[in-house]
T-cell receptor, first 118, second 110 residues
Framework: GAVVSQHPSWVICKSGTSVKIECRSLDFQATTMFWYRQFPKKSLMLMATSNEGSKATYEQGVEKDKFLINHASLTLSTLTVTSAHPEDSSFYIC??????????????FGPGTRLTVL | RKEVEQDPGPFNVPEGATVAFNCTYSNSASQSFFWYRQDCRKEPKLLMSVYSSGNEDGRFTAQLNRASQYISLLIRDSKLSDSATYLCVVIPGNDYKLSFGAGTTVTVRA
């Protein structure tokens, strides 16, 4: 299957700082990437849909000014958690949909980024 | 009501046992269904899609019951390596957004 990478894999930061997480599709182009957040023992919650060359679409309850998403190319989407607070500590996972397919199966997940805000 | 609900378990079974669990979904118009596997602190990985007629992949069998709006996963001849959290995933709309259940934890013991 296709490979999606995320960087960093884990990060610890102080409250009030901003953290940028990168999601890359390594061997395919992805017009659409999705950003999820997962708290311990909870389901993955979709935060936003990132579309190459246009604004991201945020799910209800997700602050767009808090979670900045940029999808500058067909292989890279970034999520910036601005002014992070301890309640933002979570496991952030991206997924990428393969360009040109209508097969719902063609969505691949990155390995996730574990964010801890002190 | 949550879009996708699962029994969190845990299901603790001995090696070689059969274990089965269900997942219910709320949107009757949902068209696509999947089971993903997630190991501790790892990303979800697709285990299998679930087709209307039911499907089998080795020791794993998935069933869909549209009338009652649930899908099921059955694992036969459990292996230690089957220990994981199994996520029920539904695509409720016409876009590609996935709705995840909270997962069912399975622990296979020697």
């Amino acid at each position: 299957g296709a490979v999606v990478s995320q960087h960093p894999s884990w990060v610890i930061c102080k409250s009030g700082t901003s953290v940028k997480i990168e999601c890359r599709s390594l061997d395919f182009q992805a017009t659409t990437m999705f950003w999820y957040r997962q708290f311990p023992k909870k389901s993955l919650m979709l935060m936003a849909t990132s579309n190459e060359g246009s604004k991201a679409t945020y799910e209800q309850g997700v602050e767009k000014d808090k979670f900045l998403i940029n999808h500058a190319s067909l292989t890279l989407s970034t999520l910036t958690v601005t002014s992070a607070h301890p309640e933002d500590s979570s496991f952030y996972i991206c997924s990428a949909r393969v360009l040109g397919t209508s097969d719902y199966n063609e969505q691949f997940f990155g390995p996730g980024t574990r964010l801890t805000v002190l | 009501r949550k879009e996708v609900e699962q029994d969190p378990g845990p299901f603790n079974v001995p090696e070689g046992a059969t274990v089965a669990f269900n997942c219910t979904y709320s949107n009757s118009a949902s068209q696509s269904f999947f089971w993903y596997r997630q190991d501790c602190r790892k990303e979800p990985k697709l285990l299998m899609s679930v087709y209307s007629s039911g499907n089998e992949d080795g020791r794993f069998t998935a069933q869909l019951n549209r009338a009652s709006q649930y899908i099921s996963l059955l694992i036969r001849d459990s292996k230690l390596s089957d220990s994981a959290t199994y996520l029920c995933v539904v695509i409720p709309g016409n876009d590609y957004k996935l709705s995840f259940g909270a997962g069912t934890t399975v622990t296979v013991r020697a």
